[in-house]
């Protein structure tokens, strides 16, 4: 009884004290402004365009151009395209007759990159300066003082009453309890590459390749020669195995629990599909794993990418400025994950974060930045982030095996059921008007290579239509082990007379590889500038072996009429036939090749093949003729051969980003 009067007494205030809640549209400074702010009353709706409202006299502008509806109670605004022109929401152009639904700090411009707007709902007066009313009194400061001063009498006189009610005994009916309240992609910048001063473009590639060797060189001494940790340092950051865990936060059981699962932790048992009661975060080498509380181990999964998915940045800036320029990208987001959660999904974040190892962004800014953006969407989450290149980074696996070994309790995944999206989707410029291209397509082949259905945030979140996209020149899938070796089929190897043969083909295209498995076997000497260390060295080799009477193959890459040309002198001056053998694996194909190579044990023994050699040499080439002098012209086919099973499963997919 003494509840119900209370609320009589309340309910006054409390629809005074809604009222002073205030919505308003104001001029960003990112482009074009318009004059000044827009107030938009409580579920009314206004029309904007070319009038005294909005103090636009652009002529492009319609003067009834969209339609704004403002709901209070949930802070979101409503905008319908009614004009002719479209006006913009997240570089989307609205149709006529569409609506979106915009909440707090959301921007729209009335026409595209012009007068851009941010959603703003305040809960005083005094928050909103600069209004436009189109009113105004001598007596206005002075009446919203006194205003002001009777609204705070009648709060305060509403918390007496609060107070001395709970000191008055409830109806039975009644309930005491409280309720419960509650952010370069990245794409490698590829320096222009200038004509070398002299005519040796192998001599050119070998500079690239080891200048790129003592780069790799440096980076490792100033690891070793990083000062060394305490040993009680060390033990109190590090898990078993050589993982390193959160202060206060347990450490994984070592058979592929990452759940915290020590005693008294309240983490569930592997297996046990139960929520995490605990936020949880462990360092695995390369890779970030983080739990909030809540997740729940299960067999269907919505992964996402995080940046550019789910947030991006506040700034406006293609690159996050700090770890505090991000925002929710779509207002839609956060609902769509508290349905999929709802409906039985573990949402899942897999992201690149190669700006942790280049020092761009702190292991501790980053955790703070993506605890942040859990909280910010409301679900429970669990996210794997690859700090650096290698078997973690996106479109590589390594993410997705860690979290199917490890981090499910052990669940396996229905694929088919789970979906990942992702906005590195290999979209052209302008996929949708006026839009960017892709900056990779790391997304779509990540999903493409764990086998999981694929959308993009746009296709996700707002249900456009799937968009147009370009797959890579060079699909691994295609590549057989049963194509001939040579074209023409008919070539002979060894030949029946002495001769000259001349590699001509990319790094990491298999020439070495060739050389090993069908020449060496037939005698010929091995002329290699990796070895010899110049091509006067080569060519003095060359020359030696003729004058015996031997054959000589002269394995370098050979990419222009001018270093192959001095290796024909060499067999017209001896009157020996000259071959060229050139190789038909393409620049992404020898690429891929190289990454491949890097990832498995192969790759220890071999330096690493840096990217500007690949475009060095493509800008370089100059197809082999038989009128340079040779015999004929051999196209020699790549044909892969794997050590095990492992390795021909990791060859079949997409190593590279774009």
């Not at 949930?74 to 905008?79: G, I, K, M, Y």
């Not at 590090?238 to 959160?246: A, D, L, N, V």
């Not at 996106?394 to 095996?401: L, R, S």
């Not at 060739?514 to 006067?536: A, I």
């Amino acid at each position: 009884m003494h509840l119900t009067v209370l609320c009589r007494s309340l309910r006054p205030i409390i629809l005074n004290r809604l009222h002073i809640m205030q919505c308003q549209l104001r001029p960003t400074t990112r482009l074009n402004s318009a004059p000044h702010n827009i107030d938009v009353p409580r579920d009314q709706t206004i029309v904007l365009g070319r009038s005294p409202v909005t103090g636009i006299t652009d002529k492009k502008l319609s003067r009834q151009h969209v339609e704004v509806t403002a709901a209070y109670s949930s802070q979101t605004l409503t905008v319908k395209q009614i004009g002719p022109n479209a006006a913009c929401f997240h570089g989307n152009e609205l149709q006529k007759g569409a609506t979106v639904k915009l909440s707090k700090d959301d921007c729209f411009e009335l026409l595209q990159g012009k007068y851009e707007y941010s959603v703003y709902f305040s809960d005083t007066q005094s928050e909103s300066p600069g209004t436009s009313t189109g009113k105004s009194s001598g007596n206005s400061m002075k009446s919203d003082t006194k205003d002001k001063t009777d609204k705070e009498e009648r709060l305060n006189e509403g918390r007496k009453q609060v107070k001395s009610a709970k000191k008055r005994p409830l109806d039975s009916d009644g309930d005491d309890s409280d309720s419960g309240k509650e952010e370069e992609p990245e794409s490698k910048k590829i320096k222009k590459e200038t004509k070398p001063s002299e005519d040796d473009i192998d001599q050119k590639l070998a500079a690239l390749q080891r200048k790129a060797e003592d780069a790799e060189r440096k980076q490792k001494a100033k690891k070793l020669n990083e000062p060394n940790e305490s040993k009680s340092l060390k033990a109190s950051r590090m898990g078993e195995g050589g993982e390193r865990t959160s202060p206060g936060v347990s450490k994984g059981n070592g058979n592929g629990d990452t759940s915290g699962g020590g005693s008294g932790g309240g983490a569930p048992a592997a297996g046990s599909g139960k929520p995490s009661t605990v936020e949880e975060w462990k360092e695995d080498g390369k890779l970030l794993v983080y739990k909030s509380v809540g997740v729940k181990a299960g067999s269907k999964v919505a992964g996402f990418d995080m940046d550019g998915t789910l947030i991006t940045t506040s700034s406006g800036k293609v690159f996050a400025q700090n770890a505090d320029d991000w925002k929710i990208i779509f207002s839609e987001v956060p609902g769509k994950l508290k349905k999929l959660h709802e409906g039985g999904y573990k949402i899942v974040i897999f992201t690149n974060q190669l700006g942790i190892s280049k020092g761009k962004l702190s292991v501790k800014d980053f955790r703070r930045k993506l605890c942040n953006v859990q909280k910010k969407l409301g679900v429970p989450m669990q996210a794997f982030a690859a700090t650096s290149g290698g078997v973690y980074r996106k479109p590589m696996t390594g993410m997705w095996e860690y979290f199917q070994s490890k981090g499910n309790d052990g669940i396996t995944v229905d694929i088919k059921a789970s979906i990942y999206v992702g906005d590195a989707a290999g979209r052209p410029a302008d996929w949708t008007p006026k839009r960017k291209k892709d900056f990779s397509m790391s997304d779509r082949l990540f999903a493409l290579n764990v086998g999981i259905p694929f959308k993009t945030p746009e296709e996700f979140f707002l249900g456009y239509k799937p968009a147009k996209f370009n797959m890579p020149a060079f699909d691994p899938t295609t590549v057989s082990t049963s194509t001939p070796l040579f074209h023409p089929p008919s070539t002979a190897l060894p030949a029946s007379v002495q001769e000259v043969v001349i590699l001509v083909g990319f790094p990491a295209s298999g020439k070495s590889t060739f050389v090993k498995n069908h020449v060496l076997p037939h005698k010929y000497v091995h002329v290699n500038r990796d070895t010899m260390g110049s091509w006067q060295k080569c060519v003095a080799a060359c020359s030696s072996a003729l004058c015996k009477g031997q054959s000589v193959v002269i394995d370098n890459t050979n990419a222009d009429v001018d270093s192959r040309k001095r290796y024909v002198d060499c067999a017209k001056k001896a009157n020996v036939q000259c071959r060229c053998f050139s190789f038909t694996t393409t620049f992404d194909h020898a690429r891929h090749n190289e990454k491949f190579r890097q990832l498995t044990p192969a790759g220890k023994n071999h330096a690493s093949i840096a990217d500007m050699i690949f475009y060095t040499f493509r800008k370089n080439f100059v197809a082999p003729k038989k009128e340079e002098g040779y015999s004929e012209v051999v196209q020699v086919n790549f044909l892969p051969t794997f050590n095990n099973k492992d390795e021909e499963k990791l060859y079949k997919k997409f190593l590279l980003e774009k």
